[in-house]
């Protein structure tokens, strides 16, 4: 099993990026989907989920209005970035959790990429 995240790099405040996340070894169908980031020195933490049938989809406060996951056959995920900040910065990782639901905590996930690097310049 393995998710691929790509689609990181350097950007200026204001900009877009777009993030992919494709799996190999399982199908996101029976998995509710979701991404994390990681800046330097802090806790991964919760950026957007999306459950296994794309009814159930969540942000975090400092993402929701500019950020946008979505899932598109059984095998891709992803996030479209929009307005990045500066606080934006981080290794940005895909991961999948099993089950019907939608997931917010980094302990419900069990398969994850190996992370993109996203960093947002002033």
């Known amino acids: 099993v393995q998710l691929q995240a790509s689609g990181g790099g350097l950007v200026q405040a204001g900009g877009s990026l777009r993030l992919s996340c494709a799996a190999s070894g399982l199908t996101f169908s029976s998995y509710g989907l979701g991404w994390f980031r990681q800046a330097p020195g802090k806790a991964r933490e919760y950026v957007a989920g999306v459950s296994w049938s794309g009814t159930l989809i969540s942000y975090s406060g400092s993402v929701k209005g500019r950020f946008t996951i979505s899932r598109e056959s059984a095998k891709m995920m992803y996030l479209q970035m929009n307005s990045l900040k500066p606080e934006d910065t981080a290794v940005y990782f895909c991961?999948?959790?099993?089950?019907?639901?939608?997931?917010?905590?980094?302990?419900?996930?069990?398969?994850w990429g190996q992370g993109t690097l996203v960093t947002v310049s002033s």
């Open positions: 991961a999948a959790a099993p089950g019907s639901s939608l997931w917010e905590d980094v302990r419900s996930y069990v398969h």
